[in-house]
């Protein structure tokens, strides 16, 4: 693996040469029906723990009465050609493979989480103390890795397989006879965030664009969502320990001190953990 | 209404108080640093007298700076790896250089503090010129780490570092006022340090406040005619979830108030107005690191 | 296409006789399924086939397994074969390599801390919640002295979806009865079905439609396995999707076009449209007396009041939409309808499911690519001796109105409890619970279920059952138009002392010391049964038997290859396998389905139609204790036009009291564009207070010190609070007696909550649920 790619100029070397792969993925949002198969099969594969995700489905309604619509948006890794996650990496943990991939390796990360605020997509998270499986990694960064365990066996990403929609094409796009290189030469895709240059390789036919811009989905959200995000914020374990997650409806004077204070208690109180247990 | 979310996936903001706090700290050691270098290097004779104790001030608080940062890791004992073995750095990543200076300055300031405690002074000099370099960039680098990150409002911009280097100036000077004072109620009047020359350190911390109000003004102004995420994090800072550590905390109460304080004459060189107008400073500074780290992933982590 | 062994194994090995097909077709060369790893031994895994039942049709899945020294079984602690992921089979024309999200997290279930492990007996009176444990024998020998005492036919199970391939019907008519108590709303849609052409569903032919004319249902979301075929349809076929939905569902949002109309209303739409089209002369004569009894004369005297106009008023669709729909959907000669729990809902459920038969009727498209078609099936081999039907009348003469009449001519003697939850899931679950509580009604009480539920709650007795993937079971396929058969096959034993359900009826006819009923229980072992069916499959036997069927595909027969581009079953040259169409069909449409208004949805002044749906992920209480799904379902927070709630000066998030005429509960508003000003809605799949821990929630955050559940991940992880609300108690007890289906709405009143309502409050009567005097009167003016 000589040829991992770290760094500013992740584009894979792999890119349009030929005999290579060259992996990317293409989901066709007129054919999603945002029915979580995707999700439900990813979490249960990788068991990826309650409260983290490496593909989820955000949903929005739009319109008013009766011309109404609704709008679905499977949100997994970019796998960029330009990672901003991999680059300030300090301990080389992610990396930019070079068929197309942006991997993780857990025994070199420290936690430090320094690419999840590098991500601007939101599409890392820490994995916990506490797994389902008791051998897996914990207190490392994760992510969606494009599934390379079964890429590189011959098996299409499990998502992939399992859509119910068909919606997510994967394949490798140095071929142009694959399914991928067809819809992206014929198709008009679209990429979150092009104008942050991470050059995403995750590419949408039919993208509605509100469903995909972070000010969208902070300023409208529902009640209901709101709530939701409040509870995630308040109740899950893991943020208590490490992060400082806010909620929003307890931010006057005494919130931001019970914050400053549950989040110290707690984050000391995760310190022999961290020590003692899962040195590994 | 054009539309509204109703599912989406929600991730953990990644860094907390902790690490904000691990931003004041930083800041607090340099600025308490630099005041102890004027006298050594740059020949303020009269700041001579309380350079040891500032550098020893900024050494502890440096040694807290690392024990937080690597427990606050999720694999603390792997932060060794970084030191052990080279191949492990990634050289790209401000992370990495900010870990070389996290561990040398300390060496840096300790050697200083050997030196200005023999009374060498060349080489008190020598190394007080590489400690201060070393104290800026360990600084500038944490205004780096944030400044890096493409999509993150309002930590985006280049002025990030000297923002940073700004508040570390202000609240370390802050601090180390406080410090004296503790330290003169236990010396015996000749040796206390006199309220001249802390008024007169105020001073320096008043060129900080009025330079830190400057950038702010116009961090202020790029938010207000900023792009969308701007504009909200001006709304929020001033309205809504981050009105105490910004509003309140750090303009009102880390600026305004010892701005006023440091500019009414006679008030200005009392001991008791220096020194509350140095702890706003010193505490306020915290507000701008909660916001500041925090605010970076409030927006994103609704998206 | 015709099948033969050579085809049957060359399919079987599944990835590797797709790569001929590949390599003509230039496709991706990754495979969609069939394989699986074990990634840190770097070994494949072993594959079972199996048969998920969580959806309305089985659909066929690989249950992958290992066997670790250093992974746990999660519920005994011990390493073990364990299923590690569920995948779809690539062979199968139903999966064609896909599951849902229910599916692909169902195999959590096995090793779920709530599971039932040991029979349990009540210990206090029923419903006390206190329970003991005891051995099978006595949990036999209890049921065999009370099998004794009863009149055969006051023997009655209780039911849900029937995936027993027949072990249920063998035992009930073993033991002298026929006292079937099914609980669907379904129901109405199936009795309407199988009354007009005898059979009790109508398979739309998504894939290959030009129009889909969505009545009522939200199939994307309820129906994974129609969502697939529907799209293929808009992507291959450039379909176009209409849906006529009170609420803007999943569904009627990615459609392209969304009808709000009035619940209940369907039928007249559908009258209307019919109309039209015949007076249009777009309709096809000759398909209406070739495929019913009508005549175009008769069809059009009988049509003649149901105008455009008289719909639009009651429907609130305007007349142009209506007519462009049906312009549209008779010009795109290719158009299937599909219909659901919406239309079958309704106390005129019957009616217009029969009023919506007129359009592929009238436009010829029964039968026909693209259309609305009978469905196909191939018939299970049975095991000999078979029991006889017997002639003893069922007590509850109504079975759908169980909770009015169960034990009024006598009392039920033994109610046996399989795969539902009526005291949640139905309407009028309250007055569910009320009978099922008296003792006087229901005399002994018996479930069998792999965990506890709302209804369980009120048995004696409580048999554990091997989970679905724990099990084998023949299936006959449905939901296709290429039939197919599979199985469900035991994956892994059974946990604790949990036994197949095949085992537990036998044990249960043996404790009787009967040998007339035992001789027909005779069998080994639950695999010897499956034998039994599927080897008196015809033509299977010649495809190498169904062992084969079991070890290599777990479907058969094989039609072809999915092919990984289109995705769609595909024959050796690359070209798509199609259904045969053509069967002939005879609609019986006496009496003729005029409309009815509905009496469920009916409202007065000020008030609101509640509409009760199903939840999007979710497959059923069988995933209520799913945290994969719990996790991905919203609670059912009651979801209101924004103008309706604005003028009650209702805001999004506020607390809201929802009140039918027998009680009201608390809960949340929704404010949305996406439903019409004069309906609420709320999903039917929150406010569990059984189950298990995360289904009711006790294993959530705020429940500190509960947590004991063997998954760290949801001990420590869990981070939702919110549980929802229970709304079927709103609902009022009222049935469409044509077709035997319970109605899913009410008339409610909204308005925000009064001081001291709490969320989640729930305040019922339940005597009020019960039909009163006037409604009893215009039933039976119904059924006469
Ligand atoms: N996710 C999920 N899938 C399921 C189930 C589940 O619980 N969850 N249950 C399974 C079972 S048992 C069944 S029977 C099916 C049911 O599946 P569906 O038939 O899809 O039933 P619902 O999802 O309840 O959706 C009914 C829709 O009809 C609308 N509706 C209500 N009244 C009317 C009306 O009068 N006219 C019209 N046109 N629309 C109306 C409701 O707003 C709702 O959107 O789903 C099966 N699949
Ligand atoms: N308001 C409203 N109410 C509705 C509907 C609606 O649309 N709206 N839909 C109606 C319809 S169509 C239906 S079908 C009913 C569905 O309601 P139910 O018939 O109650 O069906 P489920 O929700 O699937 O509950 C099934 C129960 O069976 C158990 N179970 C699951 N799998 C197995 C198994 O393999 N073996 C055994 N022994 N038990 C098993 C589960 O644990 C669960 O307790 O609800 C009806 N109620
Ligand atoms: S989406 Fe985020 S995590 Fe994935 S490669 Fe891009 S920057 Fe990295
Ligand atoms: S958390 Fe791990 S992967 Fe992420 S930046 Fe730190 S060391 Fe790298
Ligand atoms: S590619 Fe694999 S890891 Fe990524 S979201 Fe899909 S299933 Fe999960
Ligand atoms: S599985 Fe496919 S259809 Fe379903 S939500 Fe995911 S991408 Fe969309
Ligand atoms: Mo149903």
Known sequence: MAERVYGFDGVSPSKGKPGRKRYAMVVDLRRCTGCNACTASCKTSFDVPLGDWRIWVAEAEFGEFPDTRRAVLPRLCNQCDEPSCVRSCPTKSTFKHPDGFVLQRYNRCIGCRTCMVACPYNARHLLPEYRREKNNPRNVADKCDFCVVRVTRGLAPICVASCTGGAMVFGDINDPKSEVARLLRESKTFNLRVELGTAPQVYYIGLTESIGDPEFAFHNRSAQLHERYNSFKRNSELGGEMAGDIIDTDMGFWGLMRHIVRNFSSFFAQVPHKFFRGLY | MEGQMIANAFHHSYWGFPIALYFWLVGVSAGSFVISSLGWVFGVKKYKATAFFASNTAIIMLLIVPVLLIIDLGKPYRFFHLLLFSSFSHWSAPMVWGSCFIMSYPIAMMCYSYFVYQKNERWARRLGILAVVLALCTHWYTGVVMQLNPSRVPNHTSVAPILFLTGAYVSGIGFLICCLWVRNKFLAAEKQVPIELIADMARLMLYGIIFDLFLLGNEFLQMTYGVAEEHTMLYDVLLGVFRWPYLYLEIVWGLLLPLVILVIPKINRRMSWVLGAAFMCATGVYGMRIWWVMGTYYYQGHY | ?784
């Not at chain 3, 494949?44 to 250093?70: G, K, M, Y």
């Not at chain 3, 925000?752 to 019922?764: H, M, Q, T, V, W």
């Open chain 3, 1 to 784: 296409m015709k099948i033969n062994r050579r085809q049957f194994l060359k399919g079987s090995a599944g990835s590797v006789a797709a790569l001929g097909v590949m390599q003509q077709a230039g496709a991706m060369e990754l495979a969609l399924g069939n394989e699986s790893y074990n990634y840190i031994k770097r070994e494949p895994r072993e594959r079972v086939f199996t048969c998920s039942p969580l959806h309305a049709h089985d659909n066929p899945v690989i249950a992958w397994v290992e066997q670790d020294p250093l992974q746990r079984n999660l519920l005994t602690g011990k390493p073990g074969r364990l299923v590690v992921e569920l995948s779809g089979v690539t062979e199968s024309v139903r999966s064609r390599g896909r599951v849902s999200a229910a599916e692909a997290s169902a195999w959590l279930q096995l090793y779920d801390g709530d599971r039932l492990q040991k029979p349990l007996k009540r210990a206090g009176p029923r419903g006390s919640g206190k329970w003991q444990e005891i051995t099978w024998q006595q949990a036999n020998q209890e049921i065999a002295q009370a099998i004794a005492k009863s009149k055969p036919e006051a023997i009655a199970l209780l039911h849900g979806k029937d995936t027993s391939a027949g072990a249920w019907q063998r035992l009930l008519h073993t033991l002298g009865s026929n006292s079937f108590i099914p609980l669907a709303t379904g129901t109405n849609r199936q009795a309407a079905w199988q009354a007009a052409w005898g059979a009790a569903d109508a398979i739309p032919d998504l894939a290959h439609s030009h129009y889909i004319l969505n009545f009522g249902t939200n199939f994307l979301v309820s129906q994974p396995d129609y969502a697939a075929e529907a799209m293929d349809g808009r992507l291959y076929r450039r379909a176009k999707i209409a849906t006529f939905d009170p609420r803007c569902s999943k569904t009627a949002g990615l459609s392209d076009e969304w009808l709000p109309l009035r619940p209940g209303t369907d039928g007249l739409v559908a009258l209307a449209m019919a109309n039209y089209l015949l007076q249009e002369g777009l309709a096809d004569k000759a398909a209406i007396t070739r495929s019913s009894n009508l005549t175009v004369d008769r069809l059009a005297k009988e049509l003649k009041p149901y105008t455009l106009e008289h719909a639009a008023a009651v429907s609130g669709v305007a007349a142009l939409d209506i007519r462009s729909i049906a312009r549209q959907f008779a010009e795109s000669e290719r158009g299937c309808i599909i219909t659901g729990s919406g239309t079958s809902g309704h106390t005129n459920g019957y009616d217009t499911e029969r009023a919506l038969m007129l359009l592929p009727l009238i436009t010829g498209g029964f039968e026909v690519q693209g259309g609305t078609c009978l469905p196909r099936q191939i018939a299970l081999g049975d095991l000999l001796p078979k029991p006889a039907s017997p002639a003893g009348r069922n007590p509850i003469e109504r079975p759908h109105r169980f909770p009015i009449e169960a034990g009024k001519q006598y009392p039920i003697d033994l109610l046996f409890g399989y795969n539902t939850n009526p005291a949640f899931d139905a309407p009028a679950a309250a007055a569910w619970r009320q009978t099922l509580a008296d003792e006087s009604r229901v005399k002994l009480f018996v479930a069998i279920d792999s965990f506890r539920n709302e209804t369980w709650d009120l048995a004696d007795l409580i048999l554990p059952e091997a989970h679905w993937l724990e099990r084998n079971e023949p299936v006959a396929g449905q939901g296709s138009l290429l039939p197919w058969i599979g199985l469900r096959q035991q994956v892994s034993p059974p946990v604790g002392e949990a036994r197949e359900l095949r085992t537990i009826l036998r044990d249960i006819v043996q404790a009787t010391n009967d040998p007339g009923a035992a001789k027909y229980w005779q069998f080994g072992d639950t695999r010897e049964w499956l034998a039994m069916q599927l080897g008196g499959v015809p033509g299977l036997k010649k495809d190498g038997g169904w062992e084969l069927m079991a070890k290599h595909s777990g479907v058969w027969p094989i039609y072809g290859y999915l092919h990984p581009d289109i995705r769609r079953i595909v024959d050796e040259q690359g070209e798509e396998v199609m259904p045969h169409y053509g069967k002939p069909v005879k609609l019986d449409l006496d009496p003729f389905p005029h409309w009815q208004a509905a009496k469920d949805t009916a409202t007065a002044g000020g008030e609101l139609t509640l509409v009760v749906h199903a939840s999007d992920y979710y497959a059923g209480d069988a995933s209520a204790n799913n945290k994969v799904i719990r996790e991905a379902t919203l609670a059912n927070h009651l979801h209101i036009n924004h103008a309706t709630a604005q003028a009650m000066g209702i805001d999004d998030g506020d607390l809201v009291r929802v009140s039918s005429r027998a009680g009201h509960l608390v809960t949340k508003a929704h404010l949305t564009q996406t439903i019409r000003p004069d309906v609420v809605a709320m999903h039917n799949a929150s406010g569990h207070w059984r189950i298990g821990s995360v289904a009711n929630g006790s294993a959530g955050p705020e429940h500190e010190g509960a947590n004991d559940n063997p998954d760290e991940d949801i001990n420590h992880n869990l981070w939702w609070a919110d549980p929802g609300t229970h709304p079927m108690d709103l609902i009022p007890a009222l049935f469409d007696e044509q077709g035997g289906g319970a109605a899913c709405a009410t008339a409610v009143t909204v308005h925000k909550a009064e001081p001291g309502d709490r969320y989640g409050n729930l305040s019922i009567d339940a005597s009020k649920l019960l039909a009163d005097g006037d409604m009893e009167k215009s039933a039976q003016e119904v059924r006469a």
